[in-house]
DNA sequence: AATGAATGAGAATTCATTCAT
DNA sequence: AATGAATGAATTCTCATTCAT
């Protein structure tokens, strides 16, 4: 019987594919791209090393894969979360504080997105990553302060800020705080504050 | 006489285990903690890798020791420069303003410290750096509270904010940002926004 | 029909080797034997890895008859070229020329099957096609010692050195040597020298 | 008790060094360069491989070396042979005699210095090889067309068919012919022929 | 105390071969 | 008969750590 490509072969490829793509993913949410060798990775997918490098160019590229769709799906969320009808304000703080509970949720791998350099290919993919996640941020800022909800200000500085400040707030060594509490910070520092404006009290 | 040749001893032990130690920070400086090979170390140096473990325990802890030799010295920076008279606030934009500078003018070893993972040990390290850090600001933002320069607010979460927000705008890819506009970034956000005091426009 | 299809399969089957043998020729004529790999052959013939192994033992016998056929060739070339009519030293001389050309015209593949050793099993090959080789050429030799063409002289030790004297001078480092002089010097080698006569000047 | 580089451990390092390279040369003697892997060599030398990598710069460096130094000696087994009194023929006779011995006692390495490619690097270390082998021999035919010993000839071909003669007359499938016999059908090689000097019977 | 040679476990990658389809 | 995905042993090289000197 002559080999032909099936749906069902198809489909055992693409579970191979994800198997070793999600291995990959849970093992740097464990431990960081540090504990993504290829070794590990083939024995969580249960498949061979050599199987890992018939779907991935090598390890750099396997790595760069596990970070972009993991990257990727943080991005689409933000996304949407941000797509909403005006108040943008809003949409805003909707999004600041989803990102906050999935980070608190998967702290490593949040943590291996952001911050950790390992490879210099993923170090480039953070950068890409980092730009669009910046980019998407400060396109709900530009839109609100062009509806009058936020004043003028440095937006890609601003956007930057917030990914930090949240990033750190949650990532920190503070044991969980409250995400309303880190939406409340981010939001004011969208509101740059002159001596006209004090502070008021409750 | 014996008691000299301690002295002398002595002596050239702190030598060592200063050259050491400083031949480690130059090399994290260069390349991340990834460049940190006790081999290399030992060369730059000028002992013998056996020497080093003479020194440290071992590889993990000359990077934990590295790491918080450099930390140390940007705490004590920080905390030098809040420590100055009233207003409160002005030491704080001085502070960020001076963290952003220095962090842009040595990028790679304020990523290492900041964001590099590295170890197990010097994660932990980081954690109970970034918590002296945080605490730092943390002080003095209470400090400014206390004053009546800053309205209430979550002091804690406001301290990890401004360091996630000066370290994101500092090491994102947006080619070195003005420490101004990031430090009157972090000023806003320690003036938590209310409906009641609409922001201002020029 | 039964006997047709058989008839039809037959021819692609021959059709099939033959394509596999002449991937595995080009591979070797462009990188040696280093260059024959199952995977390489199988997608330049067009078939599957899998295939291959239908067709032939293993990596090895595939090397061996890559080898054998591709030899088979230019001794085939040789003893044509020794075929025709007297003086057989006329014959010797035409025929060391051509094969010099050939082996000018595509020093890997010469290169490859005169000296690249790769498998055991092509090694042995190598010995055996050396020997045919040298067994025609000695033949050509005896014919002319028995004509009277050449002096009478140890057959085999003349026919090896021939071709190894051919070999050499083609494939070493002098940058293509004219064919002509290398066939004069085998020439003379076959004319046993002794001081009753002494050298001539021109 | 300071670690001083003293004579003992020079002489291990040496002793290291040498029996490295020995090992290396047992192999290829024994298997070609095919079998000259890092860890065959390790086990053979009785250290760890790291050792190796002590030595040498890598594997290629290793073989490269390996090949140098048992060529090298071959070169200067030649080079003395030829050194000697006129007349020059008589030196290049004994010296190709000597030759044939060596390679007939030690067939493997014969073949893997000439013939066995291996590597790029050393391919290109045996192209320099015998650029240095041809030269030696050149030089002393060019030296023996001075003296009158043998008549104007393209010493290059001339060397390097000699080379190529005395190569596969040794390693040829033949069961060691008597090297006196090559050594014969060499110098004959060295008279060029011409019908003016008719063939001489016994 | 200091040295640095030696160690060997561990990492990435290749490729001949097998086998379910 | 044919396919090509899967396998895993083999290979090169690195580097933290040890130990005789």
Redesign the interface.
Known sequence: MA?RETAKTRARQRANRARILGAGRRLVAEG?F?ALTVAAVAERAGVATGTVYRYFDGKSSLAVEVFSEASGREVEVITEALAGPPPVVERLAAAITLWCRRAQAGRTLA??L????AEPAVAEAR?RY??RY?ATIAGAIQRAVRCGE?????V???A??????????VL???GD?DPE??T???????????P???????
Not at 184 to 194: I, K, N, T
Not at 196 to 202: K, Y
């Open positions: 080999y960081g540090q943590f291996a952001l911050a950790e350099p950068l980092r730009a910046a936020l004043p003028e200000q440095d890609s500085v601003a930057a800020g917030i990914v930090g400040a949240m990033a750190e707030a920190g060594p503070h705080p509490i880190i409340a910070f981010c939001l004011s520092a969208l509101h740059p504050w002159s006209r404006c004090p502070p008021t009290r409750s």
